[in-house]
């Protein structure tokens, strides 16, 4: 599949709902957090708005420290490992590949 043009928006705050951990296998990671996530949104009657995401903050050793999230519509109050956040606004290249 060939690259898409590349184009620059203006994106804004995205609200997301998050388990921060530290991992050696990251398919098990996400295994066990996005339905953990998921599943906490369907009790609280909270539709997702987007792609699940990861974001990373260091590599050391073989370890990851990263953030499992699903965006959300709204900013929602996490609860216990979950936790809102919010993805920063502002000007992006996107391209769909």
Do not use: F
Not at 23 to 46: C, F, V, W
Not at 70 to 96: E, Y
């Amino acid at each position: 599949m060939p690259l898409s043009d590349i184009n620059v928006k203006t994106l804004d705050p995205q609200p997301i709902l998050a388990i921060r951990t530290k991992t050696d296998n990251i398919g098990k990671t996400l295994g066990r957090s996005l339905p953990e996530i998921a599943q906490y949104l369907g009790s609280q009657g909270i539709e997702h708005c987007g792609m699940p995401l990861a974001i990373w903050y260091d590599h050391k050793d073989g370890v990851y420290d990263m953030d499992v999230a699903i965006p959300v519509l709204t900013p929602v109050d996490g609860k216990g490992q979950i936790r809102a956040d919010q993805l920063p606004g502002g000007r992006a290249a996107t391209a769909i590949y």
